[in-house]
C-alpha cells in the first residue's frame, strides 16, 4: 500500500491575487424576483442543450447511489459512511459500460467504496482521500484483507469473547474537542478509557482493527447523530441545540455494541475470503492503492493519460462541514483543533467557511479551468444572484456566495485534471445532487457538464434518478417542495 503525503494551503498568497482568478461580478445584478427569472431562463436554455442525454434511470434508486444499500452488506455495514455510494452502484456502471480489465481513479474516494468493488472485478484502482476517517476506513480493509493471519483472528474472537477492557488497569484519556465534549454518558466514557488501554498491548494488527471498531461504534454509543451539516444533540446531554429537543432513542451500549461490531467484522471477513477465493479462480482481484491528501493538490502529480475510468462523488454544493460531523471520529484519532481547521480548508469547498483557494498557485495550466468557469453564463448569473441577495441581508449566511463560487471553480480544476489522467475513450461517472439556495435552483449537473465539454469531454448520459430531492428545510416555508435532480453523470474522454 503505498501513501502520498500532502501539505496543506500554501502560505504567503495575497487575497488580492486570489480574487484575481475570479469573475469581478457585478453587485448591482438583477434583484429579487426578477435575479430568479434570469437564472430560470439561461437554466432551461442549457436544459434544452441536454435534452437528448438527460434521461432517467429506472435502475438507480436513492438507496443505490447513497450508503443505504451497503447497510445490510457484508464489510461495507462496517462502518456508516453517510456520504458514500453503494457497491452496487459501482458494478452496475462497470457492468453496463463494459469496463473490465483495466485502471481506475476515485478523486474523492471517502469509504473507499468504488475502489473495493472494482479491485473485486480485477481492475487496479487508485484512491485518494483527505479525511482521516475515510483513509482508516480503506487501510482497516486492506489490513483484514491481505494482511490478517488465522492467529489475529483467534485474538478478536478472545476479545469478544474475555472483554479484556472490563478489567483492564490501563486507561487511556479519551481525546476530546471542543465540539465532542459531553458526546458520551459518563459511563461510557471510562469504558473507551479501559478499551484504549486494553488494545496497547495486542500487536500492530490486531490494535489496528480493534481501534477501527472502536471507530465504528463511536455514533451509536453517544448522545449524538450525525445530521448533513453537524452534529445532533440528544436532549440527555448537556449540550442541547435548538428549541425542539431531540430524542436520538436508545443510546446503545459500549460493552455490546462493541462485542457485536467485532463479531460482526469477523464474521464478515470469513465470509469475504472464501468470495475472494473463488473470484481468484477468475480474475486476480486489482490492487488497491490509497493516497492520502486533497485531490486538488495530488491530482496535479499523476501521471497524464495512465487511468481508464474515473468514479467518484464529490462533496456536494450544500453546506455540509464533514469535520463537524464526523467530530467524534476526528477526536478519537488525535486530530487536534488547529489541524481540523487547517483540513476543513484543505477540503473541497462545500462549507461557509471554506476560504477561497489560490488555485493558479497550485497549477498554473488550470487558468482554462477558470475560464471555463468565469465564461459560463449560468454559473454567473446564479453567483451575481447570490451576491446580490448578499448585499441586501437576504442570505442566512453571508458565506454562501463564497462557497458556491469555490465549489464551482474547484471542481473545474478537478474536472480538467480528471481529462488529463484519462486515457483516450476512457469514462468519467459521477454522482452528484443539485441544490437551491435564496430560492435559486441550481443545476449543478448542467453547469459542470457544460464545463466538462470545454475541458475534454463529451457527455454521453446524465442519468437522473426517478425521484428528485426535496427542498431543504430551511426553504420550504418560503419555496415550497420542489424536487431537484439527482444524478449520475456519464463522461467521456474525447
Known sequence: MQHLAVTGARPGISSRRIRSQF???????????????????????????????????????????????????????????????????????????????????????????????????????????????????????????????????????????????????????????????????????????????????????????????????????????????????????????????????????????????????????AGEADLLDKAKAARTPGEIRLLRGSCLEILPALDAASYDVVMTSPPYCNRYDYTRTYALELAMQRIGEKEITQLRQQMLSCTVENRAKDLLAIKGEWSRAIQAANEHDLLQQVLSYLETQKAENRLNNNGIPRMVRGYFYEMACVIQECARVLRKGGWLFMVNDNVRYAGASISVDLILSSIAEQLGFSVERILTLPRGKGNSSQQMGEHGRDPLRKCVYVWRRK
Not at 427569472?37 to 437528448?52: K, M, V
Not at 443510546?251 to 471477513?269: H, L, M, Y
Request: aromatic content about 10%.
Open 23 to 269: 469573475k469581478q461580478l457585478p453587485i448591482h445584478a438583477a434583484l429579487g424576483q426578477r435575479g430568479l427569472d434570469a437564472i430560470a431562463t439561461i437554466d432551461s436554455r442549457l436544459h434544452d442543450r441536454f435534452n437528448l442525454v438527460l434521461r432517467t434511470d429506472e435502475a438507480l434508486s436513492r438507496s443505490l447511489v447513497s450508503y443505504q444499500e451497503s447497510k445490510t452488506r457484508p464489510v461495507y455495514r462496517w462502518y456508516k459512511y453517510k456520504e458514500a455510494f453503494s457497491a452496487s452502484l459501482v458494478e452496475y456502471l462497470l457492468h453496463e459500460y463494459k469496463i473490465c480489465p483495466g485502471r481506475l481513479l476515485d478523486p474523492f474516494a471517502g469509504s473507499g467504496a468504488a475502489l473495493f468493488a472494482a479491485s473485486a472485478m480485477g481492475i487496479e484502482a487508485d484512491g485518494i482521500e483527505v479525511l482521516p476517517i475515510g483513509q482508516r476506513i480503506v487501510e482497516a480493509r486492506q489490513r483484514l484483507q491481505d494482511g490478517f493471519e488465522e492467529k489475529d483472528f483467534i485474538r478478536l474472537k478472545r476479545w469478544v469473547k474475555n472483554r479484556p477492557w472490563i478489567s483492564s488497569p490501563t486507561k487511556r484519556e479519551l481525546p476530546e474537542l471542543r465540539i465532542t465534549s459531553g458526546a458520551y454518558p459518563p459511563e461510557t466514557v471510562g469504558a473507551i478509557e479501559r478499551y484504549l488501554g486494553a488494545i496497547e498491548k495486542e500487536t500492530e494488527r490486531v490494535r489496528q482493527v480493534l481501534f477501527f471498531a472502536l471507530l465504528c461504534v463511536l455514533e451509536s454509543v453517544s448522545f449524538t447523530r450525525k445530521d448533513g451539516q453537524y452534529l445532533r444533540w440528544d436532549f440527555r446531554s448537556s449540550r442541547r441545540q435548538g428549541s425542539k429537543p431531540f430524542n436520538k432513542g436508545i443510546v446503545a451500549n459500549f460493552d455490546t455494541a462493541i462485542c457485536v461490531k467485532i463479531g460482526e467484522i469477523i464474521a464478515d471477513s
